[in-house]
């Protein structure tokens, strides 16, 4: 059974950096598109980004274009989404998924970010 | 590239029948047979209940099912359960230089 195992929670401050990480498992990681989604408190879900792991091309949201970067690192089988500097308004839950033609067939657990001072 | 439009709620008794609408553009849902619907229960991962407008996915019982019909794609789920309560979601692909996902706003099922 495929498998997306995200790390866990994070409490960060303002202005610090983070990298949260989405580790595939049981397919070929380099075929498949891995795609990130935010879940504020109360909202709905909303896509941040995708990126191909097999030559790591990206695609990202207008809304956070320029505020996140996504990567991946092949060799393990693993995927990132990173922060520069963390703003209060940065606090969600953020999922990874595993695509296949715009469905998200398989999911993680989900990483729960808190930023406060 | 705007989410899709979809009800914010809707609700329905045990064993009864409901759908869900997710309304988009000749962009997106009327562009592409790739709508995909979720469900997502608070504090768990989103689960894959139809792909492909109509699709379910092994697992998924045949009381969901789907449709499409120009800008508009629908979720129907029939023999209401208590555990069907829960978020819905819709998703599209979408022709954009940008990302080419969108959710929809999501649909908060009660299940009277």
């Known amino acids: 059974e495929v498998q997306l195992v995200q790390s866990g929670a994070e409490v960060k401050k303002p202005g610090e950096s983070l990298k949260i990480s989405c580790k595939g498992s049981?397919?070929?990681?380099?075929?498949?598109?891995i795609g990130w989604v935010r879940q504020m408190p109360g909202k709905g879900l909303e896509w941040m980004g995708i990126?191909?792991?097999?030559?790591?091309?990206?695609k990202y949201s207008p809304s956070f274009q320029g505020q996140v970067t996504l990567s991946v690192d092949r060799s393990i089988s693993t995927a990132y989404l990173q922060w520069s500097s963390l703003r209060a308004s940065d606090s969600a839950m953020y999922y990874c998924a595993k695509l296949h033609y715009g469905s998200a067939e398989n999911w993680g657990q989900g990483t729960l970010v808190t930023v406060s001072s | 590239q705007s989410a899709l439009t979809q009800p914010a709620s809707v609700s329905g008794s045990p064993g009864q029948s409901i759908t869900i609408s997710c309304t988009g553009t000749?962009?997106?849902?009327?562009?592409?047979?790739?709508v995909s619907w979720y469900r997502h229960h608070p504090g768990k991962a989103p689960k894959l209940i139809l792909d492909?407008?109509?699709n379910r996915p092994s697992g998924v019982p045949d009381r969901f099912s789907g449709s499409k019909s120009g800008n508009t794609a629908s979720l129907t789920i029939s023999g209401l359960q208590a555990e069907d309560e829960a978020d819905y979601y819709c998703?599209?692909?979408?022709?954009?230089?940008?990302?080419?996902?969108?959710f929809g706003g999501g649909t908060k099922l009660t299940v009277l």
């Open positions: 049981r397919y070929t990681f380099t075929n498949q598109w």
């Open positions: 000749s962009s997106d849902v009327g562009a592409y047979n790739y």
């Open positions: 492909e407008v109509s």
């Open positions: 998703c599209s692909y979408v022709t954009s230089s940008t990302l080419d996902v969108v």
């Open positions: 990126i191909n792991p097999g030559d790591s091309n990206t």
